[in-house]
Structures are given as structure tokens and as C-alpha cells.
């Protein structure tokens, strides 16, 4: 079977340092799929704004490594215990797909746009679905190894001065939208230098910061030029 991308993701995540682990953690974070020329077409997405959400199928476009790994670490298990990538979401998997639940806040000339997105810009869409609550959702289920480790955030300490000069670079909802993705530690896992300061592409602003004990203080604002 071949397949072939409908679509790209449009958001301010540039890089994917940053990006939420799961789709619904940062209901804030705005975004777009924007259907492909040869897609394009108004009676595609008939119907599609009756619905709140939708099921997308995209692909891991930034894994460097190809190659699939039956075993890999869960950052939920602190990237050190070994699970199977059948039980896990990891990117490294036989065929890089990623299926995302995103909110539809918008429909219209070829552009959905959604909220609460785990995708960074420039990510291939290949195929959208719509959520229907009544079989894609299920109450009182098992969640493996994921009810046992509660992912744990950060608390963020964001100056009031570098939260104007974001909001003077991004403008929007930047600032509350930083805050939570700041909030769920974009850091690798293995990494817990509390003198190491963090740079995270948001829009056209490097928001840099630093970790200790739980606490992660933003440091600066950049403007990317």
C-alpha cells in the first residue's frame, strides 16, 4: 500500500523540542491542517464542522533514526524502564504514524483549524477521521503502565516583563499557551543539569529557561531573526 500526504500542520511549534508528549495536554495551542492543492476540493470536508473532534493520522517526518525498535523507553518511566513499542507511542515504530484526538474550533477553504495538537509545523497529515464519541470512548478502561505513573509538571516562573516581550513577539494567546507547555517540562528525561539553560522555538520567539527542583524559571525571551 502507498500513501501519500493530504495535508500539512501549521503551528507555532517549529521544532520539536517543545511539543506536548500527548494530543489535549495544551488545549491552548492553536493550529491548522491545511489540505494539499490536489485535496482541495470544498466537498472534501463537508459535515466535518458538525464535529468537535477529529481523529488524525500524520507522520513522524523528523525521525532521524528509521530504523524500528521492538523496546523503548517511556519518558512517563523516566526514559530508563524498558517497554514494547506495541504498548507505547513511540515514534520509532515499524511505520512512523502518529494518531492524534484534536479539537476543531474551525472549518473552512481547505483549512481546519484545531486545538490541543501534539504535531510541529511543517508535520504531513495523511488522513483525517471523524471522532465519534459513542465507540471512541470508553469509560472505566486499563491504562498499562500509565495509571501507575502520573506525569508529574513543573511549576513556571515566567517574569511578568518576559511574559510582555513575548506577547509583544507572538501576540495571541502566547503567553498562557508557553506557560502550559512549559508547565509539562519539555526536557529529554535524561537530562537534569539544574545549570543548563533551555531553548524552545515558539512563533518567532526563543523562550529560554532553566530547571531545579521542579521549578523552571524562564530566563529570556529572544526574537528569532
Not at 3 to 28: E, H, M, N
Not at 97 to 125: N, Q
Amino acid at each position: 500500500m502507498e500513501i501519500v500526504p493530504i495535508a500539512d500542520f501549521r503551528c507555532p511549534l517549529k521544532t520539536k523540542f517543545g511539543i506536548p508528549r500527548q494530543s489535549g495536554i495544551v488545549g491552548s495551542l492553536e493550529g491548522e491542517i491545511v489540505l494539499r492543492k490536489e485535496f482541495r476540493d470544498g466537498a472534501a470536508l463537508r459535515g466535518l464542522a458538525d464535529f468537535d473532534y477529529i481523529w488524525v493520522i500524520w507522520g513522524f517526518s523528523e525521525n532521524r533514526k528509521r530504523d524500528w525498535q521492538p523496546l523503548v523507553r517511556p519518558p512517563r518511566l523516566g526514559g530508563n524502564a524498558g517497554m514494547g513499542v506495541f504498548a507505547t507511542r513511540s515514534p520509532y515504530r515499524p511505520n512512523p504514524l502518529g494518531l492524534s484526538s484534536l479539537r476543531v474550533t474551525g472549518v473552512g477553504d481547505g483549512v481546519i483549524k484545531v486545538s490541543g495538537a501534539d504535531l510541529m509545523d511543517g508535520t504531513p497529515i495523511y488522513d483525517i477521521k471523524p471522532y465519534v464519541s459513542y465507540t471512541d470512548s470508553h469509560e472505566g478502561v486499563r491504562n498499562g503502565f500509565v495509571d501507575a505513573n502520573a506525569w508529574k509538571e513543573v511549576e513556571v516562573i515566567f517574569p511578568e516583563d518576559l511574559q510582555r516581550s513575548l506577547a509583544a513577539i507572538c501576540g495571541g494567546n502566547a503567553v498562557e499557551t508557553v506557560i502550559q507547555l512549559l508547565s509539562q517540562d519539555p526536557r529529554p528525561r535524561y537530562q537534569d543539569d539544574p545549570d543548563k539553560v533551555y531553548g524552545m522555538n515558539y512563533g518567532d520567539a526563543d523562550v529560554r529557561f532553566s530547571v531545579k527542583d521542579n521549578i523552571l524559571t524562564v530566563k529570556e525571551i529572544k526574537e528569532l531573526i
